[in-house]
Each structure stands twice: as structure tokens, then as C-alpha cells.
């Protein structure tokens, strides 16, 4: 059975980071969020030698919340073949156990979210993460045989991917206002975020993804979704790919500048099999399969 490491053996593992900077943070009030119960209770029957599909599905059920997000998710055009679905049993046996399990580690993450302060900015945070979540899926889907990235893992990474952005929130006061969080169309900067509050969303995230037992190259993707060009590996560089087109489709949607894109889409595009001329047309398939899901 998978066992959550310790903050302090995530820290030693970065490597290259600056890991006094990091620890500073989580001295200073940045707190890993526990991974709720029902992963934990998950993974004991995932780690059995026979695995019974009925108490997983019970395991899932008992959390009502996250069911309901879970047959919502396993909605989207990705895993159209198997729908309807009419019960998790349903979904465990079409989707798969570990796929399975993957959204629903990206769906618990919410759970574990602090909605005391900033509530409304944390929910268009949920609503902006699980849009990217959802677009991503349906690249993975279009693209698999490019990339060969499953939309769970699309998922989990959509999801997931910016998921250090709350936990600064709740640290610093003025985050939201410095970072102008909630005005239409706007998002983090990563430079401004480093310059005013001297650390770097994408290492929390990291922190938090490995604290949560993801993938590694999830974790990968994580950590460097703002710095693909310093990614090698092929499947931590194409989930990231599939991550920047997510986001750019979503700018799109609406109707606002990604100021992003223009910096990293000679790098995206090739990674997915696409160009220039083909992009239109791919992202209107993947808008229209997004819409009617």
C-alpha cells in the first residue's frame, strides 16, 4: 500500500529548488492539506490481492458529495462509449479501478480545500480548475495516440495543477488582491507572484501532489506547468502540453487573452502532433465535445 510521505521527505527530494525557501513557507503558515479518509480507505482495498469492485463502489458511496462529482466528472464526451453510467460499480468496471481512483483523488481535493476566507474566489478557482480538468481529458482523448496520456491522468493534473494557488491565499492576506484573483479573465502571474511574495505556486503544488501520492510525472507536470521547456521527459512534457492547450482553450471559451500562449505554443503544439493550421479546427472539436458534455 501507497503511504503518504512526509512534507520533510517531499522537501529533500526537490533537488534543484530551493529547499530553505520552501521549508521557510511551510514554517511560516503554509499548510499541506490531508488527503481525506476515502483515499486512504481506497487504497487498503486496492492493495489486496483480490481487489472486490462492490466495496469500492461502497467506499465511494459513502461520500455523497464526491459521488455526485464523480458520475458529473465520467459525464464528459472522454468516456462516451461506456455512458450511461448508473451506478460506481458501473463506473469502476468501464473506467477502471485505477482510473477510477485517479478522479477521484482529483475530485476529494476539493473537499480538502479552506473555504473560510475568500469563498467566492475559491469556488471560481474549483470552477476554473475543473473546466481546465475537463478540457484536458478530452485532449488526452483526442491526442492518445500522440501523447499516449489517458484523460484520468489529464484529469488529475487539470485539477491539480494549480492547486498551490489556494493554499497561498489562505497564507497572505492580500494575495487575492496583489494577484488580482476574481477580476473576469484574470489569473496568477508567476513572475509578479515571485517578485511580491518571494514563492512560486507550482513548487506548493508539487509539494501537495506528491504529499497526495500522484504519479510522478504528474508531479513533473506539475512543477514545471509554467516551464515546459525545462521538461525532458517525454510523458511530464506532454502532460504539461496537454495542460497549456487546456488552459488556452479555456481563455477562449471566454473570450479573453491568454497571455501566456503566445510565449510557449511553439513548444505545445508539436508535442500534440499539431501546428498552426490544424489548430482551429482541433479545438473546435475539442470546445464541441466539451459543450455537449
Given at each position: 500500500m501507497t503511504t503518504a510521505p512526509s512534507v520533510l521527505d517531499i522537501t529533500q527530494s526537490l533537488g534543484d529548488i530551493d529547499t530553505a525557501r520552501i521549508k521557510r513557507l511551510l514554517e511560516g503558515g503554509i499548510r499541506i492539506p490531508a488527503q481525506p479518509r476515502v483515499l486512504d480507505e481506497l487504497r487498503k482495498l486496492m492493495a489486496r490481492k483480490e481487489m472486490d469492485v462492490r466495496l469500492l463502489a461502497r467506499t465511494i458511496n459513502q461520500d455523497p458529495g464526491?459521488?455526485?462529482?464523480?458520475?458529473?466528472?465520467?459525464?464528459?464526451?472522454?468516456?462516451?462509449?461506456?455512458?450511461?453510467?448508473?451506478?460506481?460499480?458501473?463506473?469502476?468496471?468501464?473506467?477502471?479501478?485505477?482510473?477510477?481512483?485517479?478522479?477521484?483523488?482529483?475530485?476529494a481535493l476539493r473537499s480538502a480545500g479552506d473555504l473560510r476566507k475568500h469563498r467566492a474566489v475559491y469556488e471560481a478557482y474549483w470552477a476554473r480548475s475543473h473546466a481546465i480538468g475537463q478540457l484536458a481529458m478530452l485532449i488526452a482523448d483526442e491526442r492518445i495516440a500522440v501523447c499516449n496520456i489517458f484523460p484520468d491522468q489529464a484529469y488529475l493534473a487539470g485539477v491539480f495543477h494549480d492547486c498551490g494557488v489556494p493554499l497561498l491565499m489562505q497564507r497572505f492576506p492580500t494575495y487575492c488582491q496583489e494577484m488580482h484573483l476574481g477580476e473576469a479573465g484574470r489569473w496568477t502571474d508567476l513572475a509578479e507572484e515571485d517578485r511580491k511574495f518571494n514563492t512560486d505556486h507550482c513548487v506548493i503544488g508539487y509539494l501537495v501532489a506528491r504529499h497526495w501520492c500522484l504519479p510522478d510525472f504528474i508531479c513533473d507536470a506539475i512543477r514545471y506547468h509554467h516551464a515546459i521547456g525545462e521538461l525532458g521527459m517525454h510523458d511530464a512534457r506532454?502532460?504539461?502540453?496537454?495542460?497549456?492547450?487546456?488552459v488556452e482553450i479555456h481563455y477562449r471559451t471566454m473570450h479573453a487573452a491568454n497571455p501566456e500562449w503566445e510565449r510557449v505554443k511553439a513548444e505545445v503544439l508539436p508535442e500534440l502532433g499539431l501546428d498552426e493550421d490544424s489548430l482551429p479546427e482541433f479545438v473546435d472539436v475539442v470546445v464541441e465535445r466539451f459543450d455537449a458534455g
Open positions: 464526491l459521488t455526485a462529482l464523480l458520475f458529473q466528472v465520467v459525464g464528459n464526451a472522454a468516456y462516451r462509449q461506456h455512458q450511461p453510467f448508473e451506478t460506481v460499480e458501473q463506473i469502476l468496471h468501464a473506467v477502471g479501478i485505477r482510473q477510477t481512483f485517479n478522479l477521484v483523488q482529483a475530485i506532454s502532460m504539461v502540453a496537454i495542460l497549456l492547450l487546456a
